[in-house]
């Protein structure tokens, strides 16, 4: 053969590979005409089968009359499109009449048919003729003939193709490709789609040729993208009919496919618009393949790993779908933003909006509580939420007034913890779907991008449940009045308004529904929850006094109306939390604890569905705030064995400790083993607490601290003290780490907490276990204590194993030996209490230990010489004290000398609960237990703002610790405690003043905060001056109130203190400080005496000091009666008509001006106190006002006031309600 023939076979396969036709006839021409030796006839000698050259397999006239009908068909097909009015689509091909007789069906096919059954030297070149002869039916529209005639596929074994896949030339792999297609689209046009897959499926090697990198010509890009873009939309329609399961590996081949196409094809951004005419758009491809993902994702099936790009065992499978998911999502919203305009006034973006929805619900599942941190890759959920955010922003500028994106903005910036800027998207939310439903009722006609009626409703429960729950006192007014729009827009609902009666007309109702469809009885339940969370929230802002109550019964009609059956919410656990909670606080304890019941004993169902959204054990963690709230109302009931036992429930629900806390090693074992399993181990030890948010943690702490409460109760606050280090540990391995970044001032030195032989038992034991508690405490050497990872002394208390073997850092206690220890002689007052306390107390128990404690066995424990003093240490194992998380022996039990059900078990408080009761709340059933599942979004703080939370979570665990030390008479302990967290107010307030976008924020509260920095100051100096008041220091005492109040004007804790105080001047059981220093006591007295410099009597009413004389005194004995010659010697002295004062020296009594000041100045105080949210319930304060009547001269008001102290003491639990559920009414 000449080279001129060899040059035009070539071109001639490369015009048939880039699609030029129109020079295919010539070519085919020009070859006949080069090499007449190459006759096209049947009985020509064949070439050598082994050289598959492009002359050899030209000689065939198979092979010249496939080129030709081939060129024919490419010719009819232009034709049609080019035809007007007969559109052509890529699975449906048409042709006019004229071209299809041009074809020459009849004609062409015997000849081709008897051309390739004669062909048995060239596998190549039999199946493109047997491609051509179905390309040829199917063109025509003689689909079951095409299916018969193709081939069955590129790689099987009667198709019998020589040469390997890498070497079968470009046009052999378009017609495998193109055998596929046709193949699938006859069997798709007879409804069998799964046919149609698998034909699509066998297709798939074929790409090999695309896959390879080698450059590829038109026709196979042609053929290849068309290929991929049906394969994936009959791929998407089975999936969306049901046809076809996301289970199977393969399941999402085609759509993984169609992205490595792009990423071989284009280097560049992927192209948009259509891969040919009459196709769907390329991005609709791409929303097909995120949807498909998003399926898998919402049903959290396997995922599947057939085609899948790269797949390595160092990433999870979680990991790989959240990469997969991002980057179709990437290409998905490019091609939107490029090919989508900014509406007019009659467009909609649907398809925007769609995308839009996907994406945040495709959000909520990977941010919620089952899904972890280090499964969302690099940068986490904060991460993934300001990826969401930059969507929906850019998602906002081809839309406008979109109600979706404005409520998603609402809730995903709520979720990056930007309260402000969520409810800045929420009010402009509102006011746009305001207005557009009233445009609506004008009109009459339905807006299709404007949220429907439970959409609203919904979305503005939501922000109410928000604001109660992490608003401050400023924003409550506005929970209020949204609670209130939110009933009225209730109230307007159609549905609503027929079932009272007013049934209209047919008509009227068809154009109702359209206008307003029906709304889901569950949005219709949390609408009546969240409307009754406002009125809860406002009884407790609120300043009138006179209508809390009926805001309180209010709040108590909307909870039980959103229990109701017909809503299908009878079982939602907020709902009943919040009704607990409220009749608890109105003192309805019966009602209160049948409510509580009744929640605790439902049935739980299949939790399964839920797991993706809440986590794991969703339903035992949410009953745990249940569990506590029936604790302190059986406290309030007296029944406190049975009310620790709720305490031990609230844990003893999740079976095993380990489930709770992880599996931990038994035996203690040094730090450099510990580290090296941490590094060779394949997974960590990990319990529920590792992936709790800090609320559910927080519910954890308080339900140990209302048991150590309950044991000061019983056992007195000597057995608290020794167990508060308990308290420390839980919270170590709670919450970690929360030490400030720098410390700038040197560490105190506190008193450690004693150390106990509870300490050897586990954490699981300590939190629902009270064992041998009668241990006298240890005082230890002055030290500081910190949370810090890792971080050991040989002087300080040794860590745990728990704390030891897991990422939660242990709280150190590290000594500091430069300085004296004070002394540990133990008080010659260890049984008295303060007599402020006694004085200011109407409790119908003694909760300072005057019940005296059953005395139990204690082992001997070695005694220790630090700085010259014995100390007693308790017994540890290599020297090291821990805690077994997951041992469950060892359990305390209550020494109380009341043996009162002492030895009931948890049947027996399942036997409590499950007992019937009459009481109001008992038309509430008792079924399944549902999940709230319009839960408010997973809160994910800035790590500054979460180091702060936890910071204050540790201030009041300081400070409980430090009351069990001052009610134990053990002054300088408490001192320490009390130290120990004014260091902690100390780094919040100079974190907050180093924020400058958040300078005067610690003025006040801000969201989500329960206590400002100025609160927290304000615990401080209270916590000081009761202590002051424990050591006989009362002018001490005054002014740490005065200061707490600088701080916190409506402090209760410091205004019931100083009140007392200021009464005491009034009564003169307060006399005025002496002038001449007392005299230094011998060496052998309790403590050495400060020198003081001499005070004078102040110039200005006492009342109205900022500051007060610092001298201790002892506290007078009560006035007597005085002669007469005393009572002139008083008038004189302190009569305000004088003209002048006695001498200092002389002065035994104060003004009278000062001491009415003084009393009231307390009255005044007392007065506000008992009005405000946070003083209404509390008898200390009611007590104190009492008293404040009696020394105004006002019996009747006294006696009044006393027996509403005795109704609320009746119903005071042993903490304050507002321990739960974070200081509100909201899970």
Known sequence: MSAKAETYLEQLDKARCEGNWGAVPELVRKVRKHAPERACKANSPRPNPKA?????????????????????????????????????????????????????????????????????????????????????????????????????????????????????????????????YISANCLARTDSAKGALQAFQSGLPALARVWSGRGIRKQLSYWSELFLTEFCMLASQAIESGESSLDDHNSVACFRSWAKYWEVTSAAQVPGGFGSRGSVPRRRVWREYYAALSRILEEDLPFPTGYLSKITNETSARAQMRAE????????????????????????????????KLVVKNWSILCGRGWREQDLGQGGREGLSRGVLDILYKAATKTFHSTAILRSLFTVHLSAGEFDLAFKNFDAYLDI????????????????????????????????????????????????????????????????????????????????????????????ALSWQAIGLSHAHWSRVTHEAASRTEIQSRAIRCLRRSLAAEFGRSKDIRSYFALGLLLAERRELAAAIEVVKTALTSTRGHDEQYHLRFGQYWQERALIPMWHLLALLLSARQDYVMAARACEGA????????????????????????????????????????????????????????????????????????????LLALFSRLFGNVAPQQLTLNPPKVNEPPKTSGTLRTIRGSIVGHRDRSRPPTREQ?????????????????????????????IQVTGDGNEVPPSRRPSTAQTRRSGSRQRNSLRKRDRSGSRQRTPSTSFSQPETVVDGEPSHRPASVNGTEQFDFANFSGKRQLSSAS????????????????????????????????????????????????????????????????????????????????????????????????????????????????????????????????????????????????????????????????????????????????????????????????SK?????????????????????????????????????????????????????????????????????????????????????????????????????????????????????EARGVREWQCLGGGGYVL
């Open 433 to 524: 779907a305001k207005k557009g439903k009233a445009r609506v009722e004008k009109t009459g006609h339905p807006e299709p991008s404007l949220d429907d009626d439970g959409t609203v409703l919904k979305t503005m429960a939501q922000a109410v449940t928000a604001l109660c729950h992490y608003g401050h006192r400023e924003v409550a007014k506005r929970a209020r009045q949204l609670g209130a729009e939110l009933e009225d827009w209730l109230a307007r609902l159609p549905q609503l308004k027929s079932g009272e009666g007013q049934v209209p007309a047919t008509a009227e109702r068809e154009d109702k529904s359209l206008l307003h469809p029906p709304v889901a009885p569950r949005i219709v």
């Open 1093 to 1209: 410099p001499p005070k004078t009597i102040p110039s200005i009413p006492l009342g109205l000091a900022h500051t007060a004389p610092t001298a201790p005194t002892a506290p007078t004995a009560p006035p007597t009666t005085t002669s007469d010659e005393d009572d002139q010697e008083q008038t004189t002295t302190i009569s305000p008509t004088d003209g002048h004062l006695p001498e200092p020296y002389k002065a035994t009594h104060l003004p009278l001006a000062d001491r009415l000041a003084a009393r009231d100045r307390a009255y005044t105080l007392l007065s506000g106190l008992t009005r405000l949210g946070t003083g209404w319930n509390s008898s200390d304060a009611w007590f104190a006002l009492a008293r404040a009547y009696e020394e105004s001269g006002q019996p009747d008001k006294a006696k009044e006031v006393l027996w509403w102290c005795v109704e609320l003491e």
């Open 899 to 1090: 043996s009162l059900s002492r030895e009931r078990t948890l049947p027996a408080l399942n036997s409590y609960l499950s007992t019937a009761s009459t009481d109001t709340g008992g038309e509430l059933s008792a079924e399944i237990l549902h999940a709230s599942t319009d839960l408010l979004p997973l809160i994910q703080f800035s790590k500054d703002k979460e180091r702060a939370r936890r910071t204050t979570i540790l201030i009041r665990v300081w400070l409980m610790i430090a009351g069990f030390y001052r009610r134990a008479d053990m002054h300088d302990d408490c001192k320490g405690a009390v130290t120990e967290a004014q260091k902690l107010v100390q780094a919040l307030e100079a974190d907050s003043n180093r924020e400058s976008s958040a300078s005067g924020a610690g003025k006040n509260s801000g969201w989500a905060e329960r206590k400002s920095i100025e609160d927290l100051w304000g615990d401080v100096y209270a916590e000081f001056g009761l202590l002051s008041i424990a050591r006989n220091e009362p002018y001490t005492a005054r002014a740490d109130f005065e200061s707490a109040l600088i701080r916190s004007p409506d402090h209760p804790s410091a205004i019931i203190g100083l009140s007392g105080i200021l009464l005491d001047i009034y009564s003169e059981k307060l006399r005025p400080s002496p002038l001449i220093p007392q005299a230094v006591p011998s060496a052998n007295d309790q403590e050495p005496m400060r």
């Open 782 to 810: 002055s030290s500081t204590t910190t949370v810090s990872e890792k971080s050991r002394s040989a002087s300080a208390r040794p860590a745990t194993s728990k704390t030891v073997g897991s990422a939660a850092p242990a």
């Open 325 to 356: 998911l991002k980057q179709v999502e990437a290409r998905y919203l490019g091609l939107l933003l490029n090919e989508t305009t900014f509406p007019r006034a009659d467009e909609e973006r649907a398809e925007v909006e769609a995308f839009v």
């Open 52 to 180: 598959p050259s492009i002359a050899n397999r030209f000689l065939t006239p198979g092979l010249a009359l496939a080129a030709e009908i081939e060129y024919a068909i490419s010719d009819a097909t232009a034709a049609s499109r080019a035809s007007p009015g007969r559109p052509s689509t890529a699975d449906r091909p048409t042709t006019s009449s004229s071209s299809t007789q041009n074809l020459d069906v009849s004609t062409k096919i015997p000849k081709l048919l008897e051309a390739i059954d004669k062909e048995d030297h060239y596998a190549e070149d039999r199946f493109q003729a047997q491609v051509c002869v179905g390309w040829l039916h199917w063109t025509v529209g003689e689909y079951s003939l095409a299916l018969v005639r193709l081939p069955k596929g590129f790689d099987h074994p009667d198709t019998q193709l020589g040469p390997a896949a890498d070497a079968i030339s470009e046009w052999t792999t378009l017609c495998a490709l193109k055998s596929a």
């Open 651 to 726: 844990l003893e629900q999740f079976k095993d400790p380990s489930v709770l806390f992880g599996k931990e090693g038994s035996a203690f074992r040094s730090e450099h083993l510990n580290d090296a399993e941490e590094k060779t181990a394949s997974e960590p030890r990990r319990g529920l607490v590792d992936d709790m948010d800090d609320g559910e943690k927080e519910a954890i702490l308080e339900v140990k601290m209302t048991q150590l409460a309950l044991i000061e109760l019983l056992e007195g606050p000597d057995v608290a003290v020794n167990a508060s280090y308990e």
